[in-house]
């Protein structure tokens, strides 16, 4: 056996230059396809339940709209996408301060959310095994909230290893990656608030 | 003329004798997608051999009416474990294993996009298989009732409900079954950034083999399909140990919205499962018949519709729920409707094999006995997509007959294909011929010995799922046969591990491509080096190899 063989090229102009997607930004799209097959599930059992309750109470007599914590999680979004911006042009600074205005309004958002259940829980007696209005809220609302966790935990690890001086600037992709997560987080928050504190009351 | 550099030879490499904690390290450390590959495949092997065993036993315990071989509640468990273990501890590694192993080899690449993902979820789905075995040990919890799950592999609501599954088994199957589909979903995340990212210049999509277009699609229903089930998992957790009412009938929650739920990935996991055989036989077939698949974009056409159309007929497995005629209707032309592209399948391997000049390799032999036994599946899958059929026949031993015929007519014997067909790539070495055609006749007689006489037991109403019968029936004699034919399946899988045993140590060197085959993997070095390809090659069709090897006549000129 000839020790290389040759792959014959046919005559003529070489074909197109040979570029595939960058693995990184397949790989996230696919993970947040996968994450939205699972919150669909959640968002269906919430809307196959609305008024299926047995006892109360319920969903209208004891939820409030969250507006300032939706509005602030709204806001991370565009915020992070400021960051990101700066990044790209490698004005470090304003990267960090919109990269903290992001985690702060992410961090009120998630105590919001905390506020909001430790109220239902010991003043409303709303829990997840009241009724089937709790197990679908606390369920659905929870799994979001998990997520903003996993988000601000990544977010926080990038501004930690940023202020300890890591050039971050080297991996602008992965926060590009973060910041497309954490704007699927916030589209998915907009799907749950119409679901539990508009149609669900 | 330009030309490019293209070695079929690769620098030897010395070899050094490792010791054992080193080779141990290399494997349990390892990000290279060979070795995972080789791991998941392993792994399902041994899981195949276990839920094998225990299928046995139900056998036994169901060859005559009236025995006592086993009790009752060890019966339901042995349903129950063997169910979830193959489709999920042997099917989905089988899945990932495969696509793990080839696909970067058939598109040019050198590893997959994301190695150390990839090692994790070997790793979690070990855990999770590794968590729902442990239930025979710590199943029994506090309450001391019950060890391994006795559900069944679908677990339907409310059996699941704390009231009615005391213990902790219930959770290790929920628990078990979640971690180790984490394990799927990272991995098909994987195969997907590794298609559409890595492969070689001039891999288009219309040239990659079609093996790496159904690992593809795979993927896809991997990620979309399994989340619900993930999802309904979770929910039954949350019943389980924080008094949610999800599927609690007495709070108001619906026993069939599980069903509803586990369906919706129930039916795409059938898909899911068989693609690796798909794949398989559209490599394998093509090169024991020399001749190019036939209806290549039919082939791939078929795949992705599968991959949409197989999403919404998951309500034909409850016709018997009592769903309103118009849900029954849709369903039943939704499930007729997938079989459409199956046929275009099964049709054209067929005609890639008419006029073919054939070589009956074991490999081939498996492919052929999986298209026989897979059209009768089909079949069997049309006439139980009829509801009025259904209602008939729901869970009785004709079902069981049906996707048996699925599972192990189809998936099992396309993967003892694609098993013989490259294990001479991932070891260096031929499995003997001889060996294989004793594993392959034993294995198909016994198979189609155990399940085509269930199809009669079934059609004389035997139900599944019970652990003895009475006499007089007319079900002894069609049990009898199936549980005879036991013993040739096991015979014949005891003759494949001869084979492998054998091969390993004494096998006949294979050589970079002992098929004679076409596409890429056969390039390399078998086994293939850690980096796979000295230097990346470039193809110019969908048959790289016979480009190289017929530089007068290559592909490209005509594609
Ligand atoms: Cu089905």
Redesign the pocket.
């Known amino acids: 056996m000839a020790a290389t063989s040759v792959v014959p090229v046919p005559p003529g102009p070489m074909e197109r230059e040979w570029t595939t997607p960058d693995r990184g930004t397949v790989g996230i799209i696919f993970l947040i396809v996968t994450e939205t097959a699972l919150f669909s599930i959640f968002v269906v059992t919430y809307l196959v339940y609305i008024g299926k309750s047995l006892n109360g109470p319920y969903p209208r007599e004891v939820l409030s709209i969250p507006i300032i914590a939706s509005i602030c999680l709204l806001l991370s979004s565009w915020t992070v996408y400021r960051a990101e911006h700066a990044l790209q042009h490698n004005h470090l600074d304003r990267f960090k301060l919109w990269w903290i205005i992001t985690i702060l309004l992410g961090g009120e958002f998630l105590i919001a959310t905390g506020v909001e259940w430790y109220h239902l829980i010991t003043k409303e007696h709303f829990t997840i095994s009241t009724n089937l209005a709790g197990s679908t809220f606390y369920s659905l609302v929870g799994l979001h909230a998990s997520h903003v966790i996993v988000g601000l935990t990544f977010l926080l690890l990038v501004l930690i290893v940023t202020l300890a001086g890591f050039p971050i600037q080297t991996q602008f992709r992965r926060v590009r990656f973060l910041s497309w997560y954490w704007h699927f987080v916030d589209g998915i928050w907009v799907v749950v608030f119409t679901v539990v504190y508009i149609i669900g009351r | 003329m330009a030309s490019i550099d293209y070695p079929l030879e690769h620098p030897k490499i010395h070899p050094r004798e490792f010791s054992f904690s080193e080779t141990l390290y290399a494997w349990v450390a390892t990000v290279d997608h060979k070795r995972l590959g080789l791991m998941y495949i392993v792994s399902a092997l041994i899981f195949l051999v276990i839920a094998g065993i225990m299928a046995s036993v139900m056998r036994i315990q169901l060859a005559v009416p009236n025995n006592h071989f086993v009790d009752p509640d060890t019966f339901n468990r042995l349903f129950t474990m063997h169910g979830t273990t193959m489709v999920f501890l042997v099917g989905m590694p089988i899945v990932a294993g495969l696509s793990n192993y080839l696909v970067p080899l058939m598109i040019g690449a050198r590893d997959m996009a994301f190695p150390r993902l990839n090692a994790f979820g070997f790793w979690i789905f070990l855990f999770g298989g590794l968590l729902l075995y442990y239930s025979y040990i710590g199943g029994s919890g506090l309450s001391g009732a019950g060890s391994a799950p006795d559900v069944g592999w679908f677990a339907y609501a409310p059996l699941t409900e704390k009231a009615f599954s005391r213990g902790a088994s219930s959770d290790f199957w929920a628990l078990g079954v979640m971690v180790s589909g984490f394990g799927s979903i990272a991995s098909a995340i994987n195969v997907i950034a590794t298609t559409i990212s890595l492969r070689c210049p001039g891999m288009t999509l219309s040239r990659m083999p079609v093996f790496v277009w159904v690992m593809l699609v795979d993927a896809w229903l991997i990620l979309v399909a399994l989340p619900p089930l993930s999802a309904a998992q979770i929910m039954l957790l949350l019943d389980r140990s924080l008094g949610a009412n999800f599927f609690n009938t007495q709070a108001g929650g619906s026993a069939v919205l599980w069903q509803h739920f586990f ?1 919706i990935f ?2 795409p996991e ?1 898909y899911i499962l068989i693609f690796p055989a798909f794949g398989t036989l559209s490599e394998i077939i093509p090169i024991f018949s020399r001749k190019p698949i036939f209806g290549r974009p039919a082939m791939v056409g078929a795949v992705v519709a599968i991959g949409f159309i197989s999403l919404g ?2 309500a ?2 409850m016709f018997a729920v009592g769903m309103t005629s118009w849900s029954n209707t849709f369903f039943a032309a939704s ?1 007729m409707l997938v079989g459409v592209p199956t046929g275009i399948k099964i049709f054209n391997w067929t005609a890639t094999m008419y006029g073919g000049k054939l070589r009956f390799a074991t490999p081939m032999l498996f492919c052929c006995g999986f298209l026989l036994q897979f059209l009768v599946a089909g079949l069997t899958g049309i006439m139980l997509a009829v509801a009025p059929f259904d209602w008939q026949l729901h869970d009785s031993y004709f079902v069981v007959a049906h996707f048996h015929f699925t599972l192990i007519g189809g998936l099992v014997f396309g993967v003892f294909a694609g098993l013989y067909y490259w294990f001479p790539k991932a070891t260096g070495r031929m499995l003997s011929e001889k060996l294989g055609k004793w594993h392959f006749w034993l294995f198909c007689i016994g198979f189609n010995m155990t399940f085509i006489p269930l199809h009669f037991a079934g059609m004389l109403g035997m139900p599944r799922r019970i652990y003895t019968y009475a006499a007089g029936r007319g079900w002894e004699s069609w049990n009898m046969i199936a549980s005879i034919g036991v013993i040739f399946q096991a015979a014949g899988i005891l003759f494949f591990v001869w084979n492998v045993i054998q091969s390993l140590r004494f096998g006949e060197r294979a050589g970079d491509d002992p098929w004679d085959a076409w596409t890429l993997e056969w390039a390399t070095t078998s086994p293939p080096p850690e980096y796979n390809f000295e230097k990346l090659p470039v193809v110019r069709s969908s048959r790289p190899l016979w480009d190289l090897k017929h530089p007068q006549d290559p592909d490209w000129k005509f594609e």
């Open positions: 369906w129930g039916h059938v007929v998951w034909h497995h499930s």
